[in-house]
């Protein structure tokens, strides 16, 4: 493959580097006045990436025709449907922040920025056939996700958000290296194919030791249980449009990139990694559960709440099979729709002053006061639960349905005994919503963006979403046809 | 039948009307909700009148490849077919039960009940097994609400309890439907209904289908969530858990477990008579000793659904039958139970019984028709409830003679806790002036109580009505179930006749016979 077909398919991040490098230019130049300005260019810039990989999901690209510069970079289909995710969390995560930030006069142009420079890192995780591509795109997210953090740089919360997630973001970045030289020690090569072909038949201990560090940074960065703890203290204090940020797009991109490591890369090896995404995936779902219970501020519930949804997304991972790989990304469509829509609700709750509030007990009688309000957040709530006729669970049902297929029937029924553990928070959330006697906090008025956002987000994951299953699981096997294409 | 979607038209016109519910004022909510239940009842009663008796099994049967894994499959057979008219004909009740009683968010009030119809239909007319699925686990959110927006003191722990406790019992239910879509490769609910699934895998398949419907039925002792979700709710809501939502367990018996897994139904009917039996008997003395009514009737609710579960699992048509009009009896007696004590709540705002009493003197409108749904509940012959229990008792008999006497020793304790409470109520000195005052019931009570009253001496007098519907379902079922059937203890057969007594005439001889047959026969 020549060149310039290489940076014919690496298209979309010319794009976000260059107009990046734009924007921080005019942000240098044209000062905090034109973030706004600026963050809507942001939001343009994403549209017409989404738009140029879009024929690449749609085509089901798979195949030689997809890998750029000699196998360090896939633009197959599977990174394309993780790309349009991304981009559209990236940008509805623009589109919040600027109201939330201006009422505390710290709207700065490097926001809307940064959001792209992530977005770019991002599109480098899921695109990446090799682990230094993978290494590169993660550390771009990264260093632009710690900066996010603490972007209210005066307030005590979010500046300890940025350094926690900074410290165990870097202790995460090592083991990670450490299990890819370990890797790379072992097999002789760093690239996806190779190790997927140096690994076929037993594997050394050496390898399996890689192989485990490995996974053990990657559950660092989708906050899988045993490596969780740094997610709600980070969302916590993080700026909520910056935590509606980390609750989509890097999960989405982390996710993607621990399926295609698991199933490339280590495709070979499935039975190796299944015990480890097992664990994973049920002490997720019942810390995650366990954890929110006792939760007061709405924010660390729903970190909790991302904690869990990571384990149910990872038993679709531990199935190991195409249609795990599209029940996961079908999940993960819905569990976008859905944190966006959650976030977005907590955006809109203000008191009479314009403050935030973010303590569940303020948000008591929502139902009479903002009846909207409540009946979205409600609807997130009963969603995120899993309980149809909601969308939320057509996630469950999808990755279920695959583990059970794939013969994991003991996980199954485990995951979903405990997903009733989760069903009692959420539920905790309604109660408050909509039986107590209404505190009268939240009295402010919403941003009529926020409501569009937000009101997006309700009507997919409402029942109608059901209508564009067809569709979203086409879309999903396609993906995970492109992601298995190689085994 | 034809193409028009009647089924798909009484989903639809709840809906509708809920959506539109939240938006208006609570006059306006009221009358569209009454009209929208009304239609549906006229759509149900069309439906009724045009279901071909002897047809086909499958009738008005929609499909749709709407979504991706399941489809809109919709479609009845004569079971189903009396399990939604009898959703639909209680609704419009409800909705005038709570015409005054509920003054707080009445739009909101009205969409959960209308919401709550749709699923209930969707539940009996689903042919899919996914759909089904969803609309039996969604009714858990309008309950949920109803119950904690509108209920009594202890709504909330009341409503967490009915959710988790439901809700914990049907998610195995998921993974045992997905294994056996992985099996037999389709979602259908008739194909799998013929399909023999491996008699191992029944086992596991039943138990997963049996957490789940034995909570919504509710058998002992997972039954501990319905006194307090009944006593909670308000009292439309209670009439349509009684009446509508705990037929759900039984229908998926009679839908699923039963013609699904024929061997393993076998091989657990003594599980599920050995709780029948201690839900008949246990619970109707713990009826006994209540002081709160609605409490009173909750725990009947749970040793008539006893008496279900015993009819089911005799394994011979009698059996099913008279599951089938138990269900349907206790459907409307308890509805219209827990109406009557709402009335008078309505009045006094106390659910004690011993706040009340003589008011046959002060109430005797209201006196006859507590007393008529009395005696339905106690199993009276001429009312709906002897007809049942009668059946299902005949046809465990035929099971198992020691679990139809306990059964039987359930129908006298009933009789001891209704007439018990009935004669605390109603008869009696009038001990408390406040009760002493209370007015008769007005129209609008009168108008829900007497359509009660006259399907409960319909179905009692002139079961055929009901019982034709579905014969020939119950009779499928039977043959479907039969061989698996465990071996009854009666051991009922026909004697052979005495030739040597020459000095008997013919009627003496016939006499003979009867008394040998009956001798073997115990």
Redesign the interface.
């Known amino acids: 493959m020549d060149f310039a077909a290489s940076l014919a398919l690496i298209a979309p991040e010319i794009t976000l580097s260059v107009s990046g490098l734009v924007l921080l230019l005019a942000a240098a130049w044209m000062g905090d006045k034109a973030s706004q300005l600026i963050s809507w260019l942001a939001v343009a810039v994403l549209a017409g990436c989404a738009a140029m990989v879009a024929p690449a999901l749609c085509g089901g690209a798979m195949g030689a025709d997809t890998v750029a510069f000699g196998g360090q970079y896939k633009a197959d289909a599977f990174s394309a449907f993780s790309r349009i995710l991304i981009y559209v969390a990236a940008a509805a995560s623009l589109i919040v922040a600027p109201r939330f930030f201006d009422r505390l006069n710290a709207m700065r142009a490097e926001y809307p920025v940064l959001v792209l420079f992530a977005a770019l890192g991002m599109g480098l995780m899921v695109s990446a056939s090799d682990m230094l591509t993978l290494y590169i795109g993660l550390e771009l997210n990264s260093l632009s996700a710690y900066v996010l953090a603490s972007f209210l740089r005066t307030d005590d919360r979010s500046a300890e958000a940025g350094l926690k997630y900074f410290v165990l973001g870097a202790l995460a970045s090592g083991i990670l290296l450490f299990g890819m030289s370990l890797t790379y020690g072992f097999t002789g090569t760093t690239s996806f194919a190779g190790i997927r072909g140096a690994l076929d038949g037993s594997i050394g201990t050496g390898a399996l030791f890689g192989l485990i560090f490995v996974f053990a940074g990657l559950a660092f960065k989708i906050s899988a249980v045993p490596f969780h703890m740094w997610t709600p203290d980070v969302y916590e204090g993080a700026p909520t449009p910056v935590t509606t940020f980390f609750a989509t797009a890097p999960k989405v991109a982390a996710v993607s990139l621990a399926a295609r490591v698991a199933l490339d890369a280590f495709g070979t090896q499935a039975a190796a990694w299944q015990q480890v995404v097992i664990f994973a995936a049920l002490a997720s779902i019942i810390v995650g559960a366990l954890g929110a219970i006792g939760q007061g501020n709405i924010k660390r519930l729903l970190a909790y709440s991302s904690i869990n949804n990571v384990g149910f997304i990872l038993i679709g991972l531990a199935a190991a099979t195409p249609q795990g790989a599209s029940a996961m990304l079908v999940y993960l469509t819905i569990y976008v729709a859905m944190s966006l829509g959650g976030f977005v609700v907590v955006l809109m709750l203000r008191d009479a002053d314009g403050n935030q509030v973010e303590s569940i007990a303020d948000m008591a009688g929502l ?2 006061t903002k009846p909207m309000l409540a009946l979205c957040m409600a609807a997130v709530m ?1 969603s995120l639960a899993g ?3 909601l969308f939320g ?1 057509w996630g469950k ?2 990755v ?2 695959a583990a ?2 794939a013969g994991l ?1 003991a996980l ?2 485990v995951g ?2 405990a ?2 553990i989760g ?2 928070y959420y ?1 905790k959330v ?2 408050v919503m ?2 107590d006697e209404p505190a009268e906090v939240v009295e402010g008025d919403s941003d009529p963006l926020h409501w569009v956002i937000a009101g997006l987000a309700t009507l997919f994951i409402s029942p109608l979403g ?2 564009l ?2 569709w ?3 879309l999903a096997d396609k993906a995970a046809a492109a992601l298995f294409f190689a085994a | 039948m034809g193409g028009f979607p009647i089924l798909s038209i009484m989903l639809l016109v709840p809906l509708v009307a809920a959506v539109a519910c939240l938006f208006v004022r609570a006059e306006s909510a009221r009358m569209i909700a009454l009209v929208a239940t009304l239609v549906d009842l006229a759509l149900g009663i069309a439906l009724w009148a045009s279901f071909d008796i002897g047809g086909a099994q499958w009738q008005f049967v929609e499909r749709a490849p709407l979504f991706a894994g399941f489809q809109w499959a919709l479609g009845i057979d004569g079971i189903a077919l009396l399990l939604i008219v009898l959703s639909v004909f209680l609704m419009p009740i409800c909705i005038g039960a709570s015409w005054n009683s509920i003054q707080n968010r009445v739009g909101e009030y009205m969409a959960a009940f209308l919401l709550m119809e749709t699923l209930m239909i969707g539940v009996f007319a689903a042919q899919d097994l996914f759909l089904f699925y969803i609309f039996f686990e969604a009714g858990l959110i309008p309950m949920y609400l109803i119950i904690g927006i509108w209920g009594g003191k202890d709504r909330i722990y009341a409503s967490y309890k009915f959710f988790l406790y439901t809700l914990l019992g049907s998610v195995l239910m998921l993974i045992a439907m997905f294994w056996m879509v992985h099996e037999s490769g389709t979602t259908d609910i008739p194909t799998l209904m013929a399909y023999d699934f491996p008699p191992h895998a029944q086992t596991w398949l039943w138990l997963a289908f049996f957490a789940s419907f034995a909570v919504k039925m509710p058998m002992w002792p997972v039954h501990t969530w319905l006194p307090d979700a009944h006593v909670q709710a308000p009292t439309a809501g209670s009439v349509i858990l009684a009446g509508v939502l705990l037929k759900m367990g039984g229908y998926g018996f009679i839908r699923f477990s039963l013609p699904m897994f024929p061997e393993a139904s076998a091989q657990f009917a003594w599980l599920v008579w050995a709780l029948s039996m201690v839900a008949v008997v246990y619970t109707s003395l713990v009826a006994l000793v209540q002081n709160d009514m609605k409490k009173l009737i909750a725990y009947s609710s749970v040793a008539h659904m006893g008496i279900v579960t015993i009819g089911l699992f005799a394994f011979n048509v009698q059996g099913l039958e008279g599951a089938m009009i138990v269900m349907l009896s206790h459907g409307i007696v308890s509805g219209a139970l827990f109406l009557a004590v709402g009335v008078i709540y309505d009045r006094l705002h106390t659910r004690e019984i011993d706040r009340y009493g003589g008011l046959a003197i002060n109430m005797p409108r209201y006196a006859i028709f507590f007393m008529i749904f009395t005696m339905a509940s106690v199993g009276l012959p001429g009312t709906s409830g002897f007809v049942g229990e009668f059946l299902s008792i005949a046809g465990i008999y035929q099971a198992s003679s020691w679990v139809a006497f306990v059964a039987t020793t359930g129908i006298i304790l009933g009789a001891a806790y209704m007439l018990y409470l009935y004669r605390r109520v109603v008869f009696g000195d009038q001990k408390n002036a406040d009760a002493a005052a209370l007015p008769d019931i007005d129209k609008r009570e009168l108008l829900m109580f007497a359509p009660l009253a006259a399907v409960v001496m319909w179905m009692g007098v002139y079961p055929e009505s009901f019982l034709a519907p579905m014969r020939a379902d119950i009779a499928a079922l039977d043959a479907r179930v039969s061989r698996a059937a465990p071996a009854g203890d009666a051991q009922l057969h026909v004697g052979a006749p005495k030739h040597e007594a020459s000095s008997h005439g013919e009627h003496g001889s016939a006499a003979a016979h009867d008394e040998a047959a009956t001798g073997e026969a115990h």
């Open positions: 139902s009479r009963f309980i149809p006729p669970f049902f999808v279920f349905q059970v297929d029937i199954a029924a979903i005994a997903s009733v069903a009692f539920l309604v109660k909509y039986f059901y209508v299953t067809p979203l699981g086409d």
